[in-house]
């Protein structure tokens, strides 16, 4: 469509017609939510060489009591906002007053600062390195430099165009005598801030003498910077509102129907991947026109300072907008600073150093993590038995989450993109993903949650692989955080698996790292330790990434050693090493580990020759929604191909020690709701393929783990008896657990508990056996 019928449209067009296209362009980009930017506004110069007649930000220097917000105050005011959980510092401030003002240049140069730039990089630098709350940069018409040297301490930044008008730069006009204002200087600088790839924010400032017409053009020529470098992230549509004092303090604001109209025009005619947003405060009992009109965003909200541009306008309560957005059924959500996309392509958009910081805040979908909350950690998990996700939103209906979850119920294949859907669920339809996945198991597996009493046995940590998320494996020079590298000789094995018969162990899981003098006779030896010390003893042992490398050193195909290895008593194989059955996560996480066909080739063999297997997924470092819909569907794929799955178990990325992490290339671990819809989400996937979804209590503690037993959830695993890999990457939750905390557990869910063998079956009595009590 041409940019003349695009106006001719949009001109002559009905509101209510303009705003039900726009909403089905809204809907259409993505999931159903409304987001927000909990912040501080930090005010760091109000001095301004422009003088819009709108304006009562900007002050002259005898109006203030300093030129400058100093470095302790600005800290101050964002550690403030840091202890109230926000995650964005704003820096707004008024343009170039250095070049009006000798009290600016005289405070810069009392603080050892040319420019006001030159201070603004320091503090905001500061905030980022001091608080973590991540700087967002309103500073006005900048330089390619300044965006340069800003970019390196910014998640964001941002410059209202306001108006493409050039009228209103002329005499009696709202930016008479503002140079800054005119549109030539704001696009450049714009243009400039793509260039340098920086994550923008613009819009317009409405009711200020231009025409509906006006605001087209400004919005086509917008589009055209974007299109250019794609950096635009929101564009805001802002109403004027008339101040006490200044030019215009008569003239009459804009009315709801223009703020509606330009709130769709906005989203009609800007590409579908830059947001649209208009401020709330200045909007009091508009919620649901302006989600009505396309709106998708709200821009920042502040539960500490007021908005200092429109100190007249408080900000709304979050819980309360966030009671309107769910009754329009978009649960409000809050972001970071940077929208998702330049979160999940943080290599392109952000500073190595600020990418950093950014991921500790962000969860999967580039979005702000809800709580504190990462797995190993001892903090208490938020959700319980009874509240899963840790709320209880009210339901919204939503015929086409609800026919997505028929159709699982029903046994059928989802598509990768309900399954996305399914993971990027909030509020009320999070809660009936997980109404679903506990009916489906009610359906499966009834009410009793199974255990296994076993231990777990990792006879090296020396390890040639270079897995980036792996704190476990050690060199055989370099010690990890928490243990030294290690060989377990054959007699320790053996005197192991004594002690866990002793004790009522069914199960000796055994797996360690690919330790370079390892050969298919290793593992061979280990399993007739094990079988000499106890031949009744189940052994669960091996990765599909063991057996693939015992095979390679033998020079024998994988099926002929798989079947080896069950005539010397090999019971079953943990589907660990699977990772992410994604090639491109596992090129960034295990690159020199089997392929995603590798890994399903092995378990596919050992399922042929009659070796069942468990499957995994360990998840919430560098991958997203996408990669895990992947992985799900290539599970139940194999599982319909060759059977021998007995369950499935997430596996939550355990950050604290882990390299990756470290290094600042990975989250902090899946959020909580991530984790509570990925066992959910795998019970309604794998339905009809999988029967028993596990949760791991050791990655999401006992608490977590129970909470999970109403999301889908039916096994608790193993008492387990010197579980090593999680504690090594610094998980919090003990090396064992007992059956009486495993009862406490269910019980906390209202289920009764009972023991299983590893293939699900009744285990034998042994009233010789220490009861693991």
């Not at 343009?95 to 040319?114: N, Q, S, V």
């Not at 955080?481 to 320790?492: F, S």
């Not at 002929?560 to 005539?567: E, H, P, Q, S």
């Not at 791991?696 to 608490?703: A, C, I, Q, R, T």
């Amino acid at each position: 469509m041409s940019d003349a019928v695009l106006r001719h449209r949009l001109l002559s067009a009905r509101l209510e017609d303009l705003t039900a296209e726009a909403r089905g362009v809204r809907d259409a980009r993505g999931p159903e939510r409304m987001t927000y930017s909990r912040k501080v506004f930090i005010p760091l110069t109000q001095l301004c060489r422009d003088v819009c007649r709108y304006c009562t930000f900007a002050k002259a220097p005898r109006r203030l009591a300093s030129a400058y917000l100093s470095p302790d105050e600005v800290l101050q005011i964002a550690r403030d906002g840091a202890a109230a959980g926000c995650k964005e510092a704003l820096f707004t401030l008024g343009d170039k007053p250095e070049l009006r003002y000798a009290a600016a240049r005289t405070a810069l140069e009392t603080m050892g600062f040319a420019t006001t730039v030159d201070y603004l990089e320091h503090v905001a630098g500061r905030v980022l390195a001091e608080t973590g709350l991540i700087p967002h940069i309103n500073a006005g018409v900048l330089t390619a430099d300044d965006y340069d040297r800003l970019r390196r301490v910014s998640g964001s930044m941002g410059l209202m165009l306001e108006s493409a008008s050039d009228r209103l730069c002329r005499r009696g006009g709202a930016h008479f005598g503002s140079p800054d204002k005119q549109p030539v200087v704001r696009l450049a600088s714009i243009d400039a801030a793509g260039a340098a790839g920086v994550p923008f924010t613009s819009g317009l400032l409405i009711g200020i003498g231009e025409t509906r017409a006006e605001r087209i053009d400004a919005l086509i020529l917008l589009r055209a910077l974007h299109r250019r470098h794609g950096h635009l992230q929101e564009v805001i549509i802002q109403n004027f509102r008339a101040k006490p004092g200044t030019g215009m303090a008569d003239w009459p604001e804009p009315s709801e129907e223009e703020l509606l109209w330009t709130v769709a025009a906005a989203r009609l005619v800007m590409p579908a991947d830059v947001s649209v947003q208009s401020p709330p405060n200045l909007n009091p009992g508009r919620a649901g026109a302006l989600i009505d009109a396309g709106l998708d965003d709200w821009g920042g909200i502040s539960p500490v300072t007021i908005d200092h541009v429109n100190p007249e306008a408080p900000w709304p309560e979050i819980a309360a907008l966030g009671a309107e957005c769910a009754a329009a059924g978009r649960p409000l959500v809050e972001r970071l600073t940077a929208h998702p996309r330049f979160v999940q392509d943080a290599a392109r958009w952000l500073d190595p150093g600020v990418a950093k910081a950014v991921r500790k805040l962000a969860d999967a979908e580039g979005l702000a993590r809800d709580t504190t909350w990462s797995p190993g950690m001892a903090e208490t998990a938020p959700g319980t038995p009874e509240r899963p996700l840790g709320t209880a939103p009210a339901l919204v209906p939503n015929p086409s989450l609800d026919a997505i979850l028929a159709r699982a119920a029903a046994g059928r294949t989802l598509a990768e993109a309900d399954i996305v859907r399914l993971f990027s669920a909030r509020g009320a339809a999070a809660e009936a993903v997980v109404a679903c996945a506990d009916e489906l198991r009610r359906s499966v597996s009834g009410e009793t949650v199974t255990y296994v009493v076993n231990r777990n046995i990792n006879y090296t940590n020396i390890c040639t692989y270079s897995c980036s998320f792996c704190a476990f494996s050690k060199t055989s020079a370099k010690a990890g955080l928490r243990d030294t590298p290690y060989d377990l000789p054959l007699d320790e094995i053996g005197s192991r698996v004594r002690e866990a018969w002793a004790k009522g162990a069914t199960e000796v899981c055994l797996q360690g790292g690919i330790h370079p003098k390892y050969t298919g006779d290793t593992y061979i030896a280990i399993l007739r330790a094990v079988k000499a010390a106890q031949p009744d003893m189940h052994v669960h042992a091996f990765s599909p990434l063991e057996v693939s490398q015992g095979a390679a050193t033998l020079g024998v195909p994988v099926a002929d050693y798989l079947r080896r290895l069950k005539d010397e008593g090999l019971g079953s194989l943990p589907g660990t090493a699977a990772e992410i059955l994604d090639d491109e996560v596992r090129a960034q996480i295990c690159p020199d580990k089997l392929s995603t066909a590798g890994w399903l080739e092995v378990v596919g063999a050992a399922h042929q020759v009659g070796l069942p297997t468990t499957s995994t997924i360990m998840f919430g470092h560098l991958d997203r929604p996408e990669h895990w819909a992947r992985h799900l569907l290539a599970i139940r794929g194999q599982q319909f191909t060759t059977g021998g799955f007995t369950e499935f178990v997430p596996l939550p990325f355990v950050h604290m020690a882990s390299p990756v992490y470290l290094r600042g290339q990975a989250r902090r671990g899946p959020t909580w709701r991530e984790s509570v819809l990925m066992h959910a989400v795998a019970r309604i996937v794998l339905h009809g393929a999988i029967g028993s979804i596990q949760a791991s209590w050791v990655k999401l503690g006992l608490d977590g783990a129970a909470a999970l037993l109403n999301a889908g959830v039916n096994d608790l695993g193993g008492v387990l008896m010197n579980e090593s890999i999680s504690r090594a990457a610094g998980a919090a939750h003990g090396q064992e657990t007992t059956v009486a905390d495993l009862r406490r557990a269910a019980a906390s869910a209202g289920r009764p508990l009972r023991q299983r063998t590893t293939l699900y079956g009744e285990p034998r009595p042994r009233p010789e056996a220490v009861a693991a009590e």
